[in-house]
């Protein structure tokens, strides 16, 4: 079971390229996910089902050849995309990794400044300190 985290960056593609490739030559199910972060928002009460509806078909549309690839792939199981809303790092492990109990999860790594990284962190340090399973960071080409 591998899962990719997909956050609509520069490395997305290449997080969802490598999963696949992974996916594929392990036999193994892949769920791709993505978190609308909803820590800037807050208080405004948005609809997050329909943000979250629409993050499912924006990721479907920019990923659109390579899910087909993937879905008719019989080497692989499944393949499923799922956004959930809430503050990345805890929910990204909390709603969408954890349920699904991966045995690799696959991220990219964004890059940010020192200073940035210092006030927000890193999702990918915090999946890496956190889950259980391997972690892979996909670095920026």
């Known amino acids: 079971r591998i ?12 997080v969802a ?3 696949i490739a ?3 030559d392990n036999g193994a ?11 800037p928002v807050e208080p405004d009460g948005l609809d997050y089902e329909a943000l979250c509806s629409e993050g499912v078909a924006r990721i479907e549309a920019a990923l ?3 899910l087909r690839c993937a879905r008719k792939n019989d080497a692989i ?3 499923e995309v799922r956004v959930a809303a809430g503050r990345a790092a805890e929910t990204l492990s909390g709603q969408l990794i954890d349920p699904f109990s991966p045995d690799l999860v696959v991220c990219g790594e964004r890059g940010l400044s020192n200073i940035k990284y210092a006030f ?17 960071v996909v670095k920026q080409g």
Do not use: M
């Open 29 to 39: 199910s892949l769920l791709f996910g993505h978190v609308v972060d909803s820590a």
């Open 77 to 79: 199981p499944s393949v």
């Open 22 to 24: 992974l996916a594929a």
């Open 17 to 19: 390229e490598r999963a």
């Open 64 to 66: 659109v050849d390579l």
């Open 3 to 14: 899962f990719a985290a997909l956050d609509g960056a520069s490395t997305q593609e290449a």
């Open 120 to 136: 927000v962190g890193s999702v990918s340090t915090y999946l890496i300190r956190r889950l259980r399973c391997d972690v892979l």
